[in-house]
């Protein structure tokens, strides 16, 4: 399985501002997805991270909210742009295995004051 | 569009009984996952079934997938406190490359 790192591990962000999360893998991944958890509920799929395209967002969720970026095959970071309350959350980047599975990072806090 | 059930939301357990999850789809899955995420932790993948009628076991922990592949459990014999988390299972439709995350299972465990 990949070792993933995220960054930062929390933050506490004033609302209108953006806050831009690392996720670093230690092997070259071909799939990498970003989700949001919120305290106590399931997992949303915000989008999959493509080397060298563009990013796939699933419904719900935008580019100028959620712009992502995946410069190489081990890198990826989520802007969350102009904050609000509604945007706390745990932030969660996951590459996919060899088959089905996917390895999550320790995620990233985020507090929207 | 596809949802994937899961019941039941909490489940509270004297330690050293057994728990079950179940997980539901509204459509055929290709494959599902189970995973763990501890309190305060990150969901860590415990195992992936992919054929009709499989069943998997780790230790204590036994994995089911349904014959129509639309349904999955997760039964653990004998609780320990180290259960103590959310259980989540994700399935994978046939149509398309999407995985999605059942509402999780909370299990929480007395000494």
């Known amino acids: 399985s990949a070792v993933i790192s995220q960054k930062p591990s929390r933050d506490i962000c004033q609302r209108g501002t953006s806050l831009t999360i690392q996720c670093q893998v230690d092997?070259?991944?071909?799939?990498m997805f970003w989700y949001r958890q919120q305290p106590g509920q399931s997992l949303t799929l915000i989008a999959t991270?493509?080397?060298?395209?563009?990013?796939?967002?699933e419904s719900g969720f935008v580019i100028d909210k959620f712009p992502i970026s995946r410069p190489n095959l081990t890198f990826s970071t989520l802007t969350v742009s102009n904050m609000s309350p509604e945007d706390s959350s745990i932030y969660l980047c996951s590459v996919g295995g060899s088959r089905y599975e996917q390895y999550f990072g320790p995620g990233t806090r985020l507090t929207v004051t | 569009g596809q949802q994937v059930m899961q019941i039941p939301q909490y489940q509270h357990v004297q330690e050293g009984e057994d728990f079950t999850t179940y997980c539901n789809s509204s459509t055929t899955l290709s494959n599902i996952q189970w995973y763990k995420q501890r309190p305060g932790g990150h969901p860590v993948f415990l195992i992936q079934l992919v054929k009709s009628g499989e069943v998997k076991k780790q230790k204590r922990l036994t994995f089911q997938f349904g014959e129509a592949k639309k349904n999955s459990s997760l039964h653990i014999t004998a609780t320990q406190t180290t259960d103590v988390g959310t259980y989540f299972c994700?399935?994978?439709?046939?149509?398309?490359?999407?995985?999605?995350f059942g509402a999780g299972t909370r299990l929480f465990v007395k000494a």
């Open positions: 092997s070259q991944v071909t799939m």
């Open positions: 991270a493509n080397q060298g395209s563009e990013a796939t967002y």
């Open positions: 994700a399935g994978e439709d046939t149509g398309g490359f999407k995985t999605i």
